[in-house]
C-alpha cells in the first residue's frame, strides 16, 4: 500500500499491498478494516451523490433545459474517467489515486501537483458540501436567520464526520454504507415518483442565458461537475480494498453508473415538477419537488432530512480521501511527514489539517457575504479536480502508447486508448466551462503548491551531514 522512496518502473506489479491498514505502530488494529465490493462502491457513490444532487439543480436551472444537456455529456465523460481508474488501479492498486499514477509515470513534482490540487478539491468541497446542508437543515430547524448560527451548524455538519474518521476506518466504512442505503429510498422517491407529476409547462426555456449554446453546455457542466466528484473515490482508497486489482474498478464503473441514473431521473423530475422561475430562486429545490408533488410541507421535510443524511455521507467520506493522497504523498517525502501518521487505519493529520481548512473557508463565506459563495466554491473544484484528473489520464494514455501493457490484446489496447482520449477531452473541456475567475482562483492555490514543493524537494536533496563530524 505505502508507495516507495523512489519512482517506480512502470512495468512491474507494486511491491506490496499489506493484509489490513496499519496504525501508527504498523500493527492493524482492530478498529482498521479492509473494504470489499458492496463497502467500495458505497464509497464510490456515496462521494459521488452528496450534496450535488440535492442542490445543483437549482444552479444550473439559470441555463434553462439545456443544462440537461450537459448532463448527458458529463455522465459520458464520467463513465471515461471512471474506466481509465478502474485500468489504473488494476496496473497499480496503492493507495493515493490519481497522485501515484501520476508520479509513476512522469515523476515527483508531477506526481506533487496531481496530490496538491486533489487535496484543495477535496477540502474545498467539504466547505460547499456545509453551506450547502445548512439550506436543507434550515427546513426543518430555523438556522439561516442569524448568519452565526448558520456558520455554526455548518462547522457541526463538518466535524462530526472528522470525528467518524479519528475512529478509525471500521466506522468510516459502516457510516458510509448506512447513510448510502438511507438516502437512496427518499432519492429514488422523487427520481421515479417525479416524473408521474411531470409537467412540461415547468420547464422553461431550453437556452435561458445569453451566448452561444455550446457555452452554456460548457459553463452549466462545469458547475454540474461537482455532483460527480467522487469518481475516483475507490481508486485513491485502493491500499484499504480487498483485491484492489479487481475490485477498484468494478466498484468505480458500479458506483459511477448508479449515481448517473440516479442524477439524470432526479435532476429531470425537479425540472418538471418546480416551476422555472421558482427553481432558480430555490435554496431546497428537492425539497421544493416533493412539496409540489404532494402537497403541504411534510414532503420537503422528509426530502431535507435525507438530503442531510446524504452530505454528512459524503463528508464522511471526502474527509478520509482528503487525507489518504497527502498520506501517499508524505510517505514519499513530497508532503510534510506528519501526514504520514496513521491512527486506526486513518491518516488522523490530514483529517485534522482537512477540517480545520474547509472550517476556515466556511467561516469565511458567512463573514463575506455574498449570497455566490456556494457556486464560486463549486467552479473552483472544478478546476482543481481537472487537474488530478488530466494528469492520471495522461498517465493511462502513455502506459498506452510506451507499450509497457497489452502488447498482445490489440482489441482491448484500442478500447482503452479511445476511452482515455475522451476522458482526456472531457477534462479539458471542462477547465475552459470553469470559467476565468475560477481557473485563475484554481491556478494561485496551484502556484503556492509549487512553492511548498520546492521546500520540500530541498529537504530531499539536502546533503546528510557525515558521521561523527
Same mark, same amino acid.
Given at each position: 500500500m505505502h508507495v516507495t522512496g523512489t519512482v517506480p518502473p512502470p512495468a512491474p506489479a507494486p511491491q506490496e499491498t499489506p493484509a489490513a491498514p496499519a496504525?501508527?505502530?504498523?500493527?492493524?488494529?482492530?478498529?482498521?478494516?479492509?473494504?470489499?465490493? =458492496?463497502?467500495?462502491?458505497?464509497?464510490?457513490?456515496?462521494?459521488?451523490?452528496?450534496?450535488?444532487?440535492?442542490?445543483? =439543480?437549482?444552479?444550473?436551472?439559470?441555463?434553462?433545459?439545456? $443544462?440537461?444537456?450537459a448532463f448527458g455529456v458529463l455522465t459520458v465523460g464520467a463513465i471515461a474517467l471512471a474506466l481509465v481508474f478502474g485500468r489504473l488501479a488494476e496496473r497499480d492498486p496503492r493507495t493515493g489515486g490519481p497522485y501515484v499514477y501520476a508520479r509513476e509515470a512522469f515523476g515527483d513534482f508531477a506526481g506533487f501537483l496531481a496530490a496538491w490540487a486533489y487535496w484543495i478539491t477535496t477540502w474545498v468541497s467539504n466547505a460547499a458540501l456545509a453551506v450547502a446542508a445548512v439550506g436543507y437543515l434550515d427546513v426543518l430547524i430555523p438556522v439561516n436567520d442569524h448568519r452565526w448560527t448558520a456558520c455554526l451548524a455548518a462547522l457541526v455538519l463538518q466535524w462530526l464526520p472528522a470525528l467518524a474518521n479519528f475512529a478509525g476506518t471500521r466506522y468510516v466504512g459502516a457510516v458510509q454504507l448506512v447513510s448510502t442505503v438511507l438516502k437512496f429510498v427518499p432519492l429514488l422517491l422523487v427520481a421515479v415518483g417525479g416524473l408521474f407529476f411531470f409537467d412540461p409547462d415547468n420547464l422553461g426555456p431550453f437556452h435561458a442565458g445569453g451566448g452561444s449554446a455550446i457555452g452554456a453546455v460548457s459553463a452549466s457542466a462545469a458547475i454540474l461537475l461537482f455532483s460527480y466528484l467522487g469518481v475516483e473515490s475507490a481508486a485513491v482508497s485502493a491500499g484499504e480494498v480487498k483485491d484492489p486489482r479487481r475490485t477498484v474498478g468494478r466498484a468505480t464503473v458500479i458506483g459511477t453508473a448508479g449515481a448517473a441514473l440516479v442524477y439524470l431521473l432526479g435532476t429531470l423530475s425537479v425540472f418538471g415538477t418546480v416551476a422555472h422561475d421558482r427553481l432558480v430562486d430555490s435554496g431546497a429545490p428537492f425539497s421544493d419537488a416533493v412539496n409540489a408533488m404532494f402537497g403541504g410541507a411534510w414532503g420537503g421535510w422528509a426530502v431535507a432530512l435525507a438530503a442531510?443524511?446524504?452530505?454528512?455521507?459524503?463528508?464522511?467520506?471526502?474527509?478520509?480521501?482528503?487525507?489518504?493522497?497527502?498520506?501517499?504523498?508524505?510517505?514519499?517525502? +513530497?508532503?510534510?511527514?506528519?501526514?504520514?501518521?496513521? #491512527? #486506526?487505519?486513518?491518516?488522523?493529520?490530514?483529517?485534522?489539517?482537512?477540517?480545520? +481548512?474547509?472550517? +476556515?473557508?466556511?467561516?469565511?463565506?458567512?463573514?463575506?457575504? $455574498?449570497?455566490?459563495?456556494?457556486?464560486?466554491?463549486v467552479?473552483?473544484?472544478?478546476?482543481?479536480?481537472?487537474?488530478?484528473?488530466?494528469?492520471?489520464?495522461?498517465?493511462?494514455?502513455?502506459?498506452?502508447?510506451?507499450?509497457?501493457?497489452?502488447?498482445?490484446?490489440?482489441?482491448? +489496447?484500442?478500447?482503452?486508448?479511445?476511452?482515455?482520449?475522451?476522458?482526456?477531452?472531457?477534462s479539458l473541456w471542462l477547465v475552459a466551462g470553469a470559467g476565468y475567475a475560477a481557473v485563475y482562483q484554481g491556478v494561485l492555490f496551484l502556484l503556492a503548491g509549487v512553492l511548498v514543493h520546492a521546500v520540500m524537494a530541498a529537504r530531499k536533496q539536502r546533503p546528510k551531514a557525515p558521521a561523527g563530524g
Open positions: 496504525d501508527t505502530t504498523g500493527h492493524p488494529g482492530r478498529h482498521a478494516r479492509r473494504f470489499g465490493l =458492496p463497502v467500495a462502491t458505497a464509497l464510490v457513490m456515496g462521494n459521488i451523490i452528496g450534496g450535488g444532487i440535492f442542490l445543483l =439543480p437549482a444552479s444550473v436551472a439559470p441555463y434553462g433545459t439545456i $443544462s440537461l444537456l442531510l443524511v446524504s452530505m454528512t455521507g459524503c463528508l464522511n467520506g471526502w474527509t478520509l480521501l482528503s487525507a489518504q493522497t497527502p498520506y501517499a504523498a508524505a510517505k514519499d517525502g +513530497l508532503f510534510p511527514a506528519a501526514f504520514a501518521r496513521r #491512527r #486506526r487505519g486513518v491518516p488522523t493529520v490530514g483529517v485534522g489539517v482537512t477540517v480545520v +481548512l474547509a472550517s +476556515l473557508l466556511t467561516v469565511y463565506n458567512y463573514t463575506s457575504g $455574498s449570497a455566490k459563495v456556494f457556486e464560486v466554491l467552479l473552483v473544484t472544478t478546476f482543481t479536480a481537472t487537474v488530478p484528473y488530466l494528469l492520471a489520464t495522461a498517465a493511462q494514455i502513455f502506459h498506452l502508447l510506451s507499450g509497457h501493457r497489452d502488447r498482445v490484446d490489440r482489441a482491448r +489496447l484500442a478500447r482503452d486508448a479511445v476511452i482515455a482520449s475522451v476522458a482526456a477531452a472531457f
